[in-house]
C-alpha cells in the first residue's frame, strides 16, 4: 500500500483538533496541498489558522466554507483539488449541547459522514492509493466502571445522543471498508485539551471561569473520570495513522492520564495560582457543585497499547506541561475567547463571501 498523501482534505479544520491537526501538519514539514472545509459553526473559528494563511495561503492551504452534508459542492472541491486522502473531524461534538438539541448531531456526525463516504466511493473507485481516516471518540463505548479500559475490541455502548451519533458514523465507515473496499482507518481517543478549544468544555471553560472570577461548576458528585490527552498528542498519532496505519483497523488513543472531575478542578486552581500569584484558596471558592448531566458517564479509560506497538506512538506530554501551556495559552488569548464566544469571525466570514 502506498498512499498519496499530497492533496488533503480536512473537514472541521477550523474547530479545536482541526486546526491543531493543520498547524502540527505544516510545522511537521507537510508540502502538499491541504483543503480546509468547515461550514464554520458557532465552534469553528478561521482564526485559528490565521499563521497557517499567513505563511500558506492561496499556495498551500485553502480554505472552503462547505457544509459536509453538501453533496454537489463537496464533490466539486474533491474533483477541483484531486483531493487523494480525507481527514474527518467535522461534527457536532459536545454532548451538553446534544442532550438540549440532539438534531444537529445526527445530520452533521451522521448524514455528513455518509455524505463525505458516498463520494469518496463514487470518485475513488479505481484507486488504492486513498485514504479516508474517522476522528473518532472513546464515548461510542459507553461508561466504565472503577475498573478496565476501552479497547479496539470494546462494544458499542454510547448513551449519549453525541456518542450515538459518532457511533453511527464509525459503523458507516467499517461498512464502507468492508463492503466497497474503500480504504478507511477509524481513531477512537479520549478528552482532548489544549490551545483553541472552545470554552464550553470542561478544561477551558473552567480556566476561562477562574480567570474571570466565575463559578467553576462541577456536575454531580464530580468524581466522574476522564482521560486527558493533549492536543498536540493527538495530532502526532493521527499524522502516524495517516502515514501507516493499515486499511481497515481501528486505532485508540488515550493519554494514559486518569483524573477525576473535581482533582482536576483542584489541580487547575492549583496551577492558576502559581501562574498568577493569587491565593489558590481565592480559586477555590470558585468550584461551585451543580445537578449532574443527564445520562452522565461515570468513567472513560483507554488502552493504547495498540498503536504504541503497531505505530510506536505514546503520548508525549505529561499533564503538568499540558496544562501549564494551556492554562498559559488562555491568559495570553483572552481576545480569542472574546472573539469566539461573541462570534465576532463572522465579520471574516462577511469579508471573504460577500
Ligand atoms: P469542535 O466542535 O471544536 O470543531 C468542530 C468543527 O467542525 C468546527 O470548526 C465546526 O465549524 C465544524 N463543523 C461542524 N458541523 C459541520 C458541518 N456540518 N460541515 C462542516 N463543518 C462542520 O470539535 P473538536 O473538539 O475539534 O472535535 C473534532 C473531532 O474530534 C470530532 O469529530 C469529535 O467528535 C472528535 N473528538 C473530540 C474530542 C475532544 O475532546 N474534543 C474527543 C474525542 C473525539
Ligand atoms: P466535557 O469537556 O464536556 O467532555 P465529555 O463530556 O465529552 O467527556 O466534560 C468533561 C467532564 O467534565 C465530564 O465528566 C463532564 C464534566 N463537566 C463538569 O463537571 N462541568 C462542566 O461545566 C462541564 C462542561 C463538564
Known amino acids: 500500500m502506498k498512499r498519496k498523501l499530497k492533496n488533503i482534505m480536512v473537514t472541521g479544520g477550523a474547530g479545536f483538533i482541526g486546526s491543531n491537526f493543520i498547524q502540527y501538519l505544516f510545522n511537521n514539514g507537510f508540502d ?7 461550514s464554520l459553526t458557532y465552534a469553528g473559528n478561521p482564526e485559528n489558522l490565521t499563521e497557517i494563511e499567513k505563511q500558506h495561503g492561496e499556495k498551500n492551504y485553502f480554505f472552503k466554507k462547505c457544509d459536509i452534508q453538501d453533496y454537489k459542492n463537496i464533490k466539486d472541491i474533491f474533483q477541483q483539488y484531486d483531493i487523494d486522502a480525507v481527514i474527518h473531524f467535522a461534527a457536532e461534538s459536545h454532548v451538553d449541547r446534544s442532550i438540549y438539541g440532539p438534531k444537529e448531531f445526527i445530520f452533521t456526525n451522521i448524514i455528513g459522514t455518509f455524505n463525505l463516504l458516498e463520494i469518496a466511493r463514487e470518485l475513488w473507485k479505481e484507486r488504492d492509493d486513498v485514504l479516508f481516516h474517522h476522528i473518532s471518540t472513546d464515548e461510542v463505548f459507553g461508561s466504565l466502571g472503577e475498573k478496565g479500559y476501552f479497547t479496539e475490541e470494546t462494544r458499542y455502548s454510547p448513551n449519549s445522543p453525541y456518542s450515538a451519533s459518532k457511533a453511527a458514523s464509525d459503523h ?9 473496499g474503500l480504504p478507511c482507518t477509524i481513531s477512537n481517543c479520549s478528552n482532548n485539551y489544549g490551545p483553541f478549544q472552545f470554552p464550553e468544555k470542561m478544561i477551558p471553560l473552567m480556566i476561562c471561569n477562574a480567570l474571570e472570577g466565575k463559578p467553576m461548576p462541577v456536575y454531580g458528585d464530580g468524581l466522574n473520570v476522564r482521560d486527558w490527552l493533549y492536543v498536540e498528542d493527538h495530532c502526532e498519532a493521527i499524522s502516524l495513522i495517516m502515514h501507516k496505519g493499515q486499511d481497515g483497523q481501528t486505532y485508540n488513543i488515550g493519554g494514559e492520564n486518569e483524573w477525576k472531575n ?16 493569587i491565593n489558590i484558596e481565592e480559586y477555590k471558592k470558585l468550584i461551585t457543585f451543580i445537578k449532574d448531566r443527564p445520562g452522565h458517564d461515570r468513567r472513560y479509560a483507554i488502552d493504547c497499547k495498540k498503536i504504541k506497538k503497531v505505530l510506536g506512538w505514546s503520548p508525549g506530554h505529561t499533564f503538568e506541561t499540558g496544562i501549564e501551556q494551556t492554562i498559559k495559552w488562555y491568559m495570553n488569548n483572552q481576545k480569542w475567547v472574546e ?16
Open 32 to 38: 502538499g496541498i491541504l483543503v480546509n472545509v468547515d
Open 172 to 180: 458507516l465507515v467499517r461498512a464502507y471498508y468492508k463492503t466497497y
Open 262 to 277: 473535581i482533582d482536576l478542578v483542584n489541580f487547575l486552581c492549583e496551577i492558576l495560582s502559581s501562574l498568577t500569584e
Open 339 to 354: 472573539n469566539i464566544k461573541s462570534g465576532s469571525y463572522k465579520e471574516w466570514i462577511r469579508k471573504h463571501y460577500k
